[in-house]
Structures are given as structure tokens and as C-alpha cells.
């Protein structure tokens, strides 16, 4: 009770949860983590995330960061001792500035990810950085994680994204680094540290982003495939055809495709007779800097050639921005059909494009070989060779069969990940999913200076123990 008053002496009662108003912050997204905690705290600005950090580490309390929550790897979860303080930084929400001759934004670290993106419009500017949570995940979550996303082709990931972050240290300090350059050569980049540890390092509060001309009009295309080889083909003419106007290049199964359809009837695929059951399909964006006329001829140039040259077997181009969303909602569907079907077993890998026919196609044989009649649900980012190579129970098996094989299947996925010289997290996080197997597949001196930094920067072992690392004993 001593610890909770003071809290609440420095945040005021309603900004400290406790009981049933905290429930919802100590279970994750997918629902597969869950803990407790002495409570949640709302900071409402940056001094009071740094008084909550100084009151941690003299209270020996182990402190939690989280955004909005939508995290997949368990990264924003407590475990169950009900010590830790998850800290929430959905009050720190305000964009404190636009700067349209630097093309930059500060925002903190609370705000809406789909906020900063309407901001941005509001400014006449583009943030690009765009995935299916959009609505829900917050900044600070994005940053945490280096989130990817479904224009990483032609943008980059979030750390791309970001000039200058600020920042709460483990000792309760504030980091000033909202410094808009994109020259700074004076040292160690600090911002690229924070980037990406999942708040094991510090939390981060505000950051300064990059901001784009909009592009004057976007053209979308579905086309269907025989093959993920075609797949790899096409996306080396539009790159060629396109440059860097290729802004999303997006392979997805058949498989996945019709499990949206089947969830939300709604919805439908704009295709017909044997083209509505092929294999696989890819969604191509292009941006475009002239015109929609201009984005449109340069598209069915290069699909026209793809379909000449038998690499494309049909293709649907969008004809207005309608169209075009309903493309990508089939897309962004896919992952809220597939948590309606019941659980699955999710990876989130990276492989050379040069090599993902062949790792998918050696990966789906030896998963049937070992567990026969499981479903494969595979979908991603081929532009950046990035794959959601996900495995759900099928009819087969229940629930229960599939997660008591979830172990062995993450391993023999792994392994054949580490075989193709891919990583097992390409957008996702490690978190406490993939805690344990990271020491497997990556380099004993890369995890070696990864310990040494957490214990300079985190010297009490208060930031998110149990992430990316293993806690000190």
C-alpha cells in the first residue's frame, strides 16, 4: 500500500490502475502473455516519466514500457511476480511540431501511429510508415520495435524513419536528442541504441521523424501467380520498371486470400474462374510523382510485359482510390482472420529474396513430413523479404494438439530460417517469444556486446527484464 501511495501522490489516483481497470495492460494482443503488476502508471509528461524511473530504481521496482499494446512477441507484458510497474505512455500523445521546410515532426511517443499519418496529410507531407495496427499501435511501440511495415521497399523501417529521439534513461535522466539533422556525425548514435531494444535500455518519449512530399497520385494492382519464383520475378521488373516509385510489393497465399472471404463475406476477390484459385498473389503499389494517367500506363506496362512473358497469369488494377483500399483491406485482413480461425503459430523471418521459393517450399515439406495436414498460412512483405510464416491447426488437429507442438514447430522453422541465412525477427521484436532461441541463431560476440550494453545502460536491471535478453540472475 506504501508503494501505491506514493504513486498516486505523484500521479494523481486516476493515472494509477489497479484491480479491473488494469486488467486490460496485463494481457497481450494475441492473448498468449499474461501478468500482474503493482499497477499501471499514466504519466502525463516526460518530467514524470522521469520521476517514475528515479522512484523504480530507489524502490528496487522492475518497470515495464508500453505503448498501444499490439505488440506479438509479448514484449509489453509482466510476467506473473506482480513486482513490476508496466509504465503506459498513451498520455504523452500530442505532435509538438511541424517543420515543413526541414520536412520533419516531433511527436511523443503516445500518439496513434494513424494520427501522425493524418497530421503529416494535414501538413501536406507524407509519414510512411504504414501497418495493419495503425489505428491502435502508438509511436513509442514502433520505435521500440523497429516496425516495418508495408512500404519498408520503398522507405525503411521505422529506425529510417527517425532523426533524433528523447529519451528516459534507466537512472530516471532525460536524453534532449530531438535534434532534426540528417548529418551528425559527433560520436555514438544513441538514437539507433534505443531504437529497436523494446524499452530495455531506456524508454523513449518524443522522437523526431522524417516527413515526404505526398505523392501526387498511388496506383494498386493484384495479380496472380503459379509460383513464388514468378513472384520473385516480377518484383525484380518492377523494380526495374518503377524504380524507386515501388512502394509495396506484397506476396500472399491463395489460402489467405479466401480465408478472408470466408470470415468477412463482405469482402470478395476480384477474380474469376481459375484465376480466383491460384496459389499465390502479390499486391504491388506504386507511387507516383506526374500523375494517376502517368502511375496508371506505367503499371500496365510493366504488368502487360509480366503477363506476356507468362509470369503473371491475371491481373486486377485499381481504377480509383475505392478500389485501391479494398485491395489492401483484403491484405490487411488477412492476420484478423486468422486470430477468428482460432490460434496459430506465428514466425516473422527474413529471408534473401533470391532464396524464398526455395525456403518456403523446403519448409512446408518438412513440416508435413514431421506434422501432416497442418495448414500453412503464409504471407509478407517480398519486397523486403520479409514473410509471415505462420502455421494454424487446419482440420486435423485442435487447438490444444497444435500448441503442444508449437515448440518443435518454431524450432525446425528456425533452423531452416538460420539454413537460408535469414533471421528469426524481421519486424516483430524479440520480446519473450523468441528470448530463449535468439543465443541459437545469432553470433555468441554480437549477443556478448548486447549484454554488456544492457548492464551500462541498465545498470540496476529494472528495464523490461525478461526482454530480448534473459534476466541477471
Excluded at 44 to 52: D, H, R, T, W, Y
Excluded at 139 to 144: D, K, R, T, V
Amino acid at each position: 500500500m506504501k508503494l501505491l501511495d506514493e504513486l498516486v501522490g505523484m500521479l494523481g489516483r486516476q493515472y494509477v490502475l489497479t484491480g479491473e481497470d488494469a486488467q486490460s495492460y496485463l494481457v497481450d494482443w494475441r492473448g498468449r502473455y499474461s501478468g500482474q503488476a503493482i499497477a499501471v502508471a499514466r504519466p502525463g509528461s516526460v518530467q514524470e516519466v522521469a520521476e517514475l524511473i528515479k522512484w523504480c530504481v530507489a524502490n528496487k521496482v522492475p518497470v515495464v514500457p508500453q505503448g498501444g499494446n499490439t505488440g506479438l512477441c509479448g514484449g509489453a507484458t509482466p510476467d506473473d511476480s506482480g513486482t513490476a510497474l508496466v509504465l503506459s505512455l498513451g498520455r504523452l500523445n500530442q505532435v509538438r511540431s511541424i517543420d515543413t521546410d526541414n520536412d520533419t515532426m516531433v511527436v511523443e511517443a503516445g500518439c496513434i501511429l494513424q494520427t501522425v499519418q493524418q497530421a503529416a496529410r494535414d501538413a501536406d507531407r507524407l509519414f510512411p510508415l504504414s501497418l495493419a495496427a495503425e489505428g491502435s499501435c502508438t509511436i513509442g511501440g514502433n520505435l521500440a520495435t523497429n516496425a516495418g511495415g508495408t512500404q519498408v521497399l520503398r522507405y525503411g523501417n521505422t529506425r529510417e524513419l527517425v532523426l533524433g529521439v528523447e529519451v528516459v534513461t534507466a537512472e530516471g535522466e532525460i536524453m534532449h536528442g530531438l535534434r532534426g539533422l540528417r548529418k551528425d556525425n559527433t560520436g555514438y548514435d544513441l538514437r539507433d541504441l534505443f531504437i529497436g531494444s523494446e524499452g530495455t535500455l531506456g524508454i523513449i518519449t518524443a522522437a523526431t521523424i522524417k516527413l515526404f512530399p505526398l505523392p501526387v497520385a498511388q496506383c494498386t494492382a493484384l495479380v496472380g501467380l503459379r509460383s513464388i519464383n514468378d513472384a520473385v520475378s516480377l518484383l525484380s521488373n518492377a523494380r526495374k520498371g518503377f524504380g524507386p516509385a515501388l512502394t509495396g510489393f506484397e506476396l500472399i497465399a491463395g489460402a489467405c486470400l479466401h480465408g478472408v472471404v470466408e470470415c468477412y463475406p463482405q469482402q470478395r476477390i476480384p477474380f474469376e474462374g481459375e484465376s480466383a484459385q491460384l496459389p499465390w498473389y502479390a499486391l504491388l503499389e506504386l507511387s507516383d510523382s506526374e500523375s494517376a494517367e502517368h502511375a496508371r500506363e506505367r503499371f500496365e506496362t510493366v504488368v502487360g510485359d509480366a503477363i506476356e512473358a507468362g509470369l503473371v497469369v491475371d491481373a486486377v488494377i485499381a481504377e480509383n482510390i475505392s478500389q485501391s483500399k479494398a485491395l489492401w483491406h483484403l491484405r490487411e485482413s488477412i492476420p484478423l482472420a486468422e486470430k477468428t480461425f482460432g490460434k496459430s503459430i506465428k514466425h516473422d523471418v527474413s529471408i534473401p529474396v533470391s532464396r524464398m521459393a526455395e525456403f518456403v517450399e523446403t519448409t512446408n515439406a518438412a513440416l508435413q513430413t514431421y506434422f501432416p495436414g497442418i495448414q500453412h498460412v503464409i504471407f509478407g512483405h517480398l519486397g523486403d523479404g520479409n514473410l509471415h510464416y505462420n502455421i494454424a491447426r487446419g482440420s486435423q488437429y485442435s487447438e490444444e494438439q497444435l500448441l503442444g507442438m508449437q515448440d518443435a514447430i518454431y524450432e525446425l522453422v528456425h533452423e531452416s530460417v538460420y539454413q537460408f541465412d535469414g533471421s528469426i525477427s524481421a519486424e516483430h521484436g524479440v520480446g519473450q517469444l523468441k528470448r530463449d532461441a535468439l543465443p541459437r541463431y545469432k553470433d555468441p560476440v554480437e549477443m556478448k556486446l548486447m549484454r554488456r550494453i544492457k548492464q551500462a545502460l541498465d545498470p540496476h536491471g529494472i528495464m523490461n527484464p525478461g526482454k530480448v535478453l534473459a534476466s541477471r540472475k
